[in-house]
């Protein structure tokens, strides 16, 4: 549908919409004027703010007093939502680098819905995991924010797709007059390498009502450094060396300059010119400390601009054009290329050819040819070097991404009835670059004997043994809506409001890995193509009816139709009863939709990709038997324990490839969820609610989940999953394990390595979830003090299960686990006002949980943790971090700002499955100033 169309369906929308407000109103004679809004989850404007449903609001000065400078920041300090992606610490390898994303009821990034000012924008150029399209918050200016309202339900029926676990809309600043600036450092108090700098300006000019318009700018611009594992040195605890696979975390690399000649497990020889320093004195290894080169955090630097017109057009129509624009970098720490790019010459890779729709492999790294200049043996050898002419910027890891959105907004008023409309383009592009190793170019250098060790080589040589590999994303959204709204009758118990309107978009996508991943020339480099364009149209109304005096039932029903699929229809129901002055009773059913997005239904040639910290679960037993055997004997060197976690790893926390393609049979995941609940204001200074919710989600569009195929293996079908043989490193690693305990009879029984999963997108599974949302307001004036607001907001979490399919049945409760995290979060924040002082304090606590996880329902017994340590491994404790800001503005158009976080330096809890974890004190000093 172009523009065109959308047009003039456009121009449709508004004959219905005239017609339909010029039929007779049976309202009765005009009463006085009271104010109503609109709320979040609804388009009916109403006098009152509590709904049916349970909307949160973030006004401007809780958005201050949080000291959060990103939006990711501001919108996760509500105990409803969490953080599903973090551009500051989101992995190098994966999909969606450069990007931030929330999620609520922890069903995932994209069954929230993010709106701003109540519309979508653009999903992120590069989709995660190459499946799931979402709302990017780093394209968000977080000082352009006003607020932001988090409806806690699900609302399909009111926005459609995507709206299952709840709406987080984010409204900015709509008039603004005069101009104001800001700038901003955050820092660590014991960790100067923690550091953010931000800068913020707003101008605004006219007054509608006088001037007939106004209109503002805003630009902001944030700075954060990354920092490595080598920064951090000094600040990890003993305990943390003691967890399972991290008993070497901090030993240096054989991979060194010089390098080792590795003969066996048993017999690693220093190659000849080592330095003196860097030999091992035990092992007499060649090795070089590599934690300088480990990126922790990204270097990450954001712009982001926005423009809000409001203007007149005659005496009846508001006009407001929109526009915003967002620019990120992101940068990774990497370090320079290993020979073997790290890997053994006796282990096998094996990925996909997505344009030859075959397996490439198994593959295994060249060893030194007899011969070569480094190679002093008879027979071809391992040689564990590391490349240091692949440093110095040459060796990148970065993404660069765009997003903005233009949009046009009118509304109005005809006799009782309001109208809306808008018409809008949006577009998002991100590009990921990175450097990969040649299976042909990285072979032919070594075996040709091109590449010279310890030197400089040609540039051109090492691009074609490393070379650059991108993913490029496109996401583009052309739409227009229309809503109108207002009285049709007046019941005896109240007026009987209805909104009715239409939802017009047109989605394309793109994203696509460079030819040579595609083409499978890059060792274990897994991507995807896929490009396609497709309508969506949608129908909607709603309704609130006062039943009788004090009740009121709200009904909606929209219907929506993509190409390609069957329309579907999603109805929500809610009712409010105020039994007596300050008691509301509010419940919800609704049920929800999310469409199949591009990617998982799409033109295209598929993905794919590789799944990470994957637990073999008929390998990895062994494997850890065998590797406590090496920890525990006496004697055993730093370089030999540090080789028996490297295989134990291979096992319990493994890389499996797999190949996915799109599905144009896949149905729209649906849900089903229910509220119920009740606000008790006694006073006006007072206020208690506490929600119910419970959701259910079915037809779940992925891939089965890796434990869940591997828990099934024996029933799969044949060719699905695929083992290789890895004899070759076995034995390696049995060789380790002999060198200390030569009676050990412990050995893998013929089970090969886990090589490539084939799993196609499905329908495959459903998820449920049930807690208590609740909190409690209170404003109070001390007498010769100032005003104390006090607000706490908490959240219980009750069930959490997922569906196996390979037990056919629900999975365990997976609240309390490693797998969902603790069962209750709460957030308590205490603000007073002195005169030009302002006081704050937010009080958070999360419960404790479960290091036992479906996929390890005995970690702690499986991983052989001792028994010392048994009662430190089995739980991580419930943790309380205090923050604290001062505000002072007593100095004519100036604001200061100090906020301490983290006031009491709480370490984070003791972690045996995760390892230990930074939560330093930090301190953000802002100041702010109105011309």
Same mark, same amino acid.
């Given at each position: 549908?172009?523009?065109?169309?959308?047009?003039?369906?456009?121009?449709?929308?508004?004959?219905?919409?005239?017609?339909?407000?010029?039929?007779?109103?049976?309202?009765?004679?005009?009463?006085?004027?009271? %104010?109503?809004?609109?709320?979040?989850?609804?388009?009916?404007?109403?006098?009152?703010?509590?709904?049916?449903?349970?909307?949160?609001?973030?006004?401007?000065?809780?958005?201050?007093?949080?000291?959060?400078?990103?939006?990711?920041?501001?919108?996760?300090?509500?105990?409803?939502?969490?953080?599903?992606?973090?551009?500051?610490?989101?992995?190098?390898?994966?999909?969606?680098?450069?990007?931030?994303?929330?999620?609520?009821?922890? &069903?995932?990034?994209?069954?929230?819905?993010?709106?701003?000012?109540?519309?979508?924008?653009?999903?992120?150029?590069?989709?995660?995991?190459?499946?799931? @399209?979402?709302?990017?918050?780093?394209?968000?200016?977080?000082?352009?924010?006003?607020?932001?309202?988090?409806?806690?339900?699900?609302?399909?029926?009111?926005?459609?797709?995507?709206?299952?676990?709840?709406?987080?809309?984010?409204?900015?600043?709509?008039?603004?007059?005069?101009?104001?600036?800001?700038?901003?450092?955050?820092?660590? +108090?014991?960790?100067?390498?923690?550091?953010?700098?931000?800068?913020?300006?707003?101008?605004?000019?006219?007054?509608?009502?006088?001037?007939?318009? @106004?209109?503002?700018?805003?630009?902001?611009?944030?700075?954060?450094?990354?920092?490595?594992?080598?920064?951090?040195?000094?600040?990890?605890?003993?305990? #943390?060396?003691?967890?399972?696979?991290?008993?070497?975390?901090?030993?240096?690399?054989?991979?060194?300059?010089?390098?080792?000649?590795? &003969?066996?497990?048993?017999?690693?020889?220093?190659?000849?010119?080592?330095?003196?320093?860097?030999?091992?004195?035990?092992? =007499?290894?060649? =090795?070089?400390?590599?934690?300088?080169?480990?990126?922790?955090?990204?270097?990450?630097?954001?712009?982001?601009?926005?423009?809000?017109?409001?203007? =007149?057009?005659?005496?009846?129509?508001?006009?407001?054009?929109?526009?915003?624009? *967002?620019?990120?970098?992101?940068?990774?720490?990497?370090?320079?290329?290993?020979?073997?790019?790290?890997?053994?010459?006796?282990?096998?890779?094996?990925?996909?050819?997505? $344009?030859?729709?075959?397996?490439?492999?198994?593959?295994?790294?060249?060893?030194?040819?007899?011969? #070569?200049?480094?190679?002093?043996?008879?027979?071809?050898? /391992? $040689?564990?070097?590391?490349?240091?002419?692949?440093?110095?910027?040459?060796?990148? @890891?970065?993404?660069?991404?765009?997003?903005?959105?233009?949009?046009?907004?009118?509304?109005?008023?005809?006799? @009782?009835?309001? !109208?809306?409309?808008?018409?809008?383009?949006?577009?998002?592009?991100?590009?990921?670059?990175?450097?990969?190793?040649?299976?042909?170019? $990285?072979?032919?250098?070594?075996?040709? =004997?091109?590449?010279?060790?310890?030197?400089?080589?040609?540039?051109?040589?090492?691009?074609?043994?490393?070379?650059?590999?991108?993913?490029?994303?496109?996401?583009?959204?052309?739409?227009?809506?229309?809503?109108?709204?207002? /009285?049709?009758?007046?019941?005896? *118990?109240?007026?009987?409001?209805?909104? +009715?309107?239409?939802?017009?978009?047109?989605?394309?996508?793109?994203?696509?890995?460079?030819?040579?991943?595609?083409?499978?020339?890059?060792?274990?480099?897994?991507?995807?193509?896929?490009?396609?364009?497709?309508?969506?149209?949608?129908?909607?109304? /709603?309704?609130?009816?006062?039943?009788?005096?004090?009740?009121?039932?709200?009904?909606?029903?929209?219907?929506?139709?993509?190409?390609?699929?069957?329309?579907?229809?999603?109805?929500?129901?809610?009712?409010?009863?105020?039994?007596?002055?300050?008691?509301?009773?509010?419940?919800?059913?609704?049920?929800?939709?999310?469409?199949?997005?591009?990617?998982?239904?799409?033109?295209?040639?598929?993905?794919?990709?590789?799944?990470?910290?994957?637990?073999?679960?008929?390998?990895?037993?062994?494997?850890?038997?065998?590797?406590?055997?090496?920890?525990?004997?006496?004697?055993?060197?730093?370089?030999?324990?540090?080789?028996?976690?490297?295989?134990?790893?291979?096992?319990?926390?493994?890389?499996?490839?797999?190949?996915?393609?799109?599905?144009?049979?896949?149905?729209?995941?649906?849900?089903?969820?229910?509220?119920?609940?009740?606000?008790?204001?006694?006073?006006?200074?007072?206020? +208690?609610?506490?929600?119910?919710?419970?959701?259910?989600?079915?037809?779940?569009?992925?891939?089965?989940?890796?434990?869940?195929?591997?828990?099934? /293996?024996?029933?799969?079908?044949?060719? %699905?999953?695929?083992?290789?043989?890895?004899?070759?490193?076995?034995?390696?690693?049995?060789?380790?394990?002999?060198?200390?305990?030569?009676?050990?009879?412990?050995?893998? %029984?013929?089970?090969?390595?886990?090589?490539?999963?084939?799993?196609?997108?499905?329908?495959?599974?459903?998820?449920?979830?049930?807690?208590?949302?609740?909190?409690?307001?209170?404003? %109070?004036?001390?007498?010769?003090?100032?005003?104390?607001?006090?607000?706490?907001?908490?959240?219980?979490?009750?069930?959490?299960?997922?569906?196996?399919?390979?037990?056919?049945? !629900?999975?365990?409760?997976?609240?309390?686990?490693?797998?969902?995290?603790?069962?209750?979060?709460?957030?308590?924040?205490?603000?007073?006002?002195?005169?030009? !002082?302002?006081?704050?304090?937010?009080?958070?606590?999360?419960?404790?949980?479960?290091?036992?996880?479906?996929?390890?329902?005995?970690?702690?017994?499986?991983?052989?943790?001792?028994?010392?340590?048994?009662?430190?491994?089995?739980?991580?404790?419930?943790?309380?971090?205090?923050?604290?800001?001062?505000?002072?503005?007593?100095?004519?158009?100036?604001?200061?700002?100090?906020?301490?976080?983290?006031?009491?330096? *709480?370490?984070?809890?003791?972690?045996?499955?995760?390892? !230990?974890?930074?939560?330093?004190?930090? $301190?953000?000093?802002?100041?702010?100033?109105?011309?």
């Amino acid at each position: 549908m172009k523009l065109k169309q959308i047009t003039q369906s456009m121009l449709a929308v508004g004959v219905v919409s005239s017609a339909f407000i010029a039929m007779p109103s049976y309202a009765q004679e005009t009463q006085p004027k009271v %104010q109503r809004v609109e709320v979040t989850g609804s388009s009916i404007k109403r006098s009152d703010f509590e709904t049916a449903a349970s909307v949160q609001v973030l006004t401007r000065a809780d958005i201050e007093r949080t000291g959060a400078n990103t939006a990711l920041g501001v919108i996760t300090d509500s105990v409803s939502v969490n953080t599903a992606i973090n551009s500051a610490s989101s992995s190098s390898g994966s999909f969606a680098t450069g990007s931030s994303g929330a999620s609520m009821r922890g &069903l995932g990034k994209v069954s929230t819905l993010i709106l701003v000012n109540g519309r979508r924008i653009a999903p992120y150029g590069l989709a995660d995991g190459a499946q799931e @399209n979402f709302t990017n918050l780093d394209a968000i200016a977080s000082d352009a924010i006003d607020r932001i309202e988090i409806l806690r339900d699900g609302a399909s029926a009111i926005y459609g797709s995507d709206a299952i676990a709840g709406v987080i809309n984010i409204i900015l600043r709509k008039d603004y007059q005069g101009a104001e600036a800001k700038i901003g450092y955050r820092s660590a +108090f014991d960790f100067q390498d923690l550091r953010s700098r931000n800068f913020s300006a707003i101008y605004g000019y006219g007054d509608v009502e006088k001037n007939g318009f @106004n209109t503002y700018i805003t630009v902001e611009g944030y700075k954060r450094d990354g920092y490595t594992t080598g920064d951090l040195r000094n600040q990890f605890p003993d305990w #943390h060396r003691q967890t399972p696979g991290r008993s070497t975390w901090d030993a240096k690399s054989s991979f060194s300059p010089t390098g080792n000649y590795f &003969l066996s497990a048993t017999n690693i020889v220093a190659a000849p010119g080592c330095p003196t320093d860097a030999i091992d004195p035990v092992d =007499k290894q060649c =090795k070089m400390d590599i934690l300088g080169y480990s990126g922790l955090t990204t270097n990450n630097e954001r712009y982001a601009f926005a423009s809000n017109t409001n203007f =007149k057009i005659g005496k009846d129509i508001n006009a407001n054009f929109e526009l915003t624009y *967002a620019n990120a970098y992101n940068s990774y720490i990497v370090a320079p290329f290993n020979v073997s790019n790290g890997s053994t010459t006796t282990s096998t890779s094996i990925w996909y050819n997505v $344009y030859g729709g075959k397996m490439v492999g198994p593959f295994s790294y060249p060893k030194l040819p007899v011969g #070569h200049p480094n190679n002093p043996y008879a027979t071809p050898v /391992e $040689y564990r070097a590391r490349m240091m002419d692949t440093g110095n910027g040459f060796n990148f @890891n970065k993404t660069n991404s765009d997003q903005y959105r233009a949009m046009l907004a009118l509304d109005g008023t005809i006799g @009782n009835f309001d !109208w809306k409309s808008a018409v809008g383009f949006m577009n998002s592009t991100a590009d990921k670059a990175t450097r990969a190793v040649s299976a042909k170019g $990285y072979t032919d250098a070594i075996i040709n =004997k091109t590449y010279k060790f310890g030197q400089q080589n040609d540039r051109a040589l090492l691009e074609t043994m490393f070379p650059i590999r991108t993913t490029k994303g496109e996401s583009t959204i052309t739409f227009a809506d229309a809503v109108v709204t207002g /009285e049709v009758m007046r019941l005896p *118990a109240g007026p009987l409001q209805v909104a +009715f309107g239409t939802d017009l978009r047109r989605e394309e996508y793109q994203m696509k890995s460079s030819d040579n991943v595609l083409n499978g020339d890059l060792v274990g480099i897994f991507g995807l193509q896929v490009k396609d364009t497709r309508n969506q149209a949608a129908i909607f109304g /709603e309704a609130t009816i006062p039943v009788v005096k004090k009740v009121e039932v709200s009904a909606a029903l929209r219907a929506d139709k993509t190409d390609g699929f069957e329309a579907h229809v999603s109805p929500k129901l809610g009712l409010r009863y105020t039994p007596t002055e300050g008691l509301l009773i509010r419940g919800t059913a609704s049920g929800g939709f999310r469409a199949p997005n591009i990617v998982e239904s799409g033109n295209g040639l598929g993905r794919s990709s590789v799944a990470t910290g994957v637990n073999d679960l008929r390998r990895c037993p062994i494997a850890n038997d065998l590797n406590a055997l090496v920890q525990n004997a006496p004697g055993a060197t730093t370089a030999d324990k540090a080789l028996a976690n490297g295989y134990r790893g291979n096992d319990c926390s493994a890389g499996l490839p797999s190949f996915v393609a799109s599905n144009p049979n896949l149905k729209p995941e649906t849900s089903r969820s229910f509220t119920l609940g009740l606000v008790y204001s006694p006073s006006k200074e007072w206020s +208690f609610a506490i929600d119910f919710f419970n959701i259910e989600r079915k037809d779940e569009i992925g891939t089965r989940s890796v434990t869940d195929v591997l828990k099934g /293996e024996a029933s799969l079908p044949a060719g %699905q999953l695929i083992r290789v043989d890895n004899t070759a490193t076995d034995n390696e690693f049995l060789a380790l394990v002999k060198k200390y305990a030569p009676n050990n009879a412990i050995n893998f %029984q013929g089970i090969g390595k886990l090589g490539m999963i084939y799993n196609p997108y499905v329908n495959t599974s459903k998820t449920r979830a049930s807690g208590y949302d609740f909190d409690i307001t209170s404003r %109070q004036k001390l007498d010769g003090i100032g005003t104390l607001t006090m607000k706490l907001d908490g959240n219980y979490n009750t069930n959490y299960q997922q569906f196996s399919q390979a037990d056919n049945k !629900w999975g365990p409760n997976q609240t309390g686990t490693y797998d969902f995290g603790g069962k209750m979060e709460i957030k308590l924040s205490a603000d007073l006002k002195t005169g030009n !002082w302002n006081n704050s304090a937010i009080v958070s606590y999360n419960s404790g949980y479960s290091t036992n996880s479906i996929a390890s329902p005995t970690y702690c017994v499986t991983q052989k943790v001792t028994a010392e340590n048994m009662a430190t491994c089995i739980r991580v404790d419930a943790s309380t971090v205090v923050n604290y800001s001062l505000t002072y503005s007593g100095i004519k158009n100036t604001k200061l700002n100090l906020y301490i976080g983290n006031l009491f330096g *709480a370490e984070n809890p003791t972690d045996w499955r995760g390892g !230990w974890s930074p939560n330093f004190r930090t $301190y953000y000093v802002n100041a702010s100033y109105k011309f």
